[in-house]
C-alpha cells in the first residue's frame, strides 16, 4: 500500500473521529451545564463533518479549505447540500442555512477573548446549535447515499430502473 493511500485513509478516519469525540464532548459538556464549551464543541464538530467532505473533493492538501468560514462558503458553492434540503430547511426555519453556519462559526470565535459573547453561554443555543448539526448530518448523508447511487448506475452496477425507482423514493423524502 502506498504512503499517499494510506495517508489518505488516516486523515478521513482522523476527522471521523474528531466529530465523534467533539459530539461526545458537547453532550458531557451539556449536561454539566457548561453551555459554552458545549458549543465551542459542537461547532468544532460542524467543522470536522465538512472537513470530511472538503477531503473526498479535494486531494490535495493546498486545494482544501484552512477555516471554517471558507468550509460553509464552500458547502453551498459546491452544493454539497441537497436542494430539496435547503427548500425544506427554507419552509421551516426562519433564517437560512448558511447566515445560521455562520452565525455557529460566529459563536465558536468567542473562544477568543475579544470576540466571547457571555449571551450565548445559554442551554438554548447550545440546543439550536445542536439541532443544526444534526441536521447538516443528514444533509450531507442523504447527499453522499445519492453521490453512491449515481456512482453505481455510471458504472453499470444497477439498472437504470433500479436508480429511477430509488430516486423516485429520494424525492418523496420527508425531512
Known sequence: MSRKHKSKR?????????????????????????????????????????????????IRPKDRCQNLNWLINRAFARHWIPHDALRHWKKTERAPLKAVLHEIREARNGVHANLFE??????????????????????????????????LHERGEISDAEYRKWMKGQESMAW
Open 10 to 58: 488516516v486523515y478521513l478516519k482522523k476527522m471521523a473521529e474528531a466529530a465523534q469525540f467533539y459530539r461526545k464532548e458537547a453532550e458531557k459538556c451539556y449536561k454539566a451545564r457548561a453551555y459554552f464549551s458545549a458549543l465551542v464543541a459542537r461547532s468544532c464538530e460542524l467543522e470536522a463533518l465538512l472537513r470530511l467532505f472538503d477531503f473526498v473533493e479535494n
Open 118 to 151: 457571555k449571551r450565548l453561554a445559554k442551554a438554548q443555543t447550545v440546543k439550536n446549535v445542536t439541532f443544526v448539526v444534526h441536521a447538516m448530518y443528514s444533509f450531507l448523508k442523504v447527499k453522499n447515499a445519492r453521490n453512491f447511487m449515481k456512482h
